[in-house]
Nanobody, 124 residues
Framework: QVQLVESGGGLVQAGGSLRLSCVAS????????MAWFRQAPGKEREFVAL????????YYADSVKGRFTISRDNAKNTVYLQMNSLKPEDTAVYYC?????????????????WGQGTQVTVSS
């Protein structure tokens, strides 16, 4: 089992920044590809970004490319999502997820473990 706890959400004006954190516990953190997903009210959960086990390779949804940065600190069992130039359409609950498969995936059902989510609200 892996437990994931997100933090860092909040209310911010359009154009502002937030940094989300997700701390993992329970299993070896470096065994997992880590990702962020988000879900807005009435919408499907969608992929945002992922980072490979070694922290070198990353992949982003087109909607956030150039504005968001995913990173991980394997010594702290933590993955981050730095969000800049936020837009009202970024408003959602953001979830951290872990995938023990070595193959990257942007599909939510491929991920084995999920956090409880943290709310991000961007006002216009």
């Amino acid at each position: 089992q892996v437990q994931l706890v997100e933090s860092g959400g909040g209310l911010v004006q359009a154009g502002g920044s937030l940094r989300l954190s997700c701390v993992a516990s329970g299993r070896t953190f470096t065994n997992y590809i880590m990702a962020w997903f988000r879900q807005a009210p009435g919408k499907e959960r969608e992929f945002v970004a992922l980072i490979r086990r070694n922290g070198v390779s990353t992949y982003y949804a087109d909607s956030v490319k150039g504005r968001f940065t995913i990173s991980r600190d394997n010594a702290k069992n933590t993955v981050y999502l730095q969000m800049n130039s936020l837009k009202p359409e970024d408003t959602a609950v953001y979830y951290c997820a872990a995938d023990q498969s070595p193959l990257i995936s942007t599909t939510n059902y491929k991920y084995d473990y999920w956090g409880q989510g943290t709310q991000v609200t961007v006002s216009s």
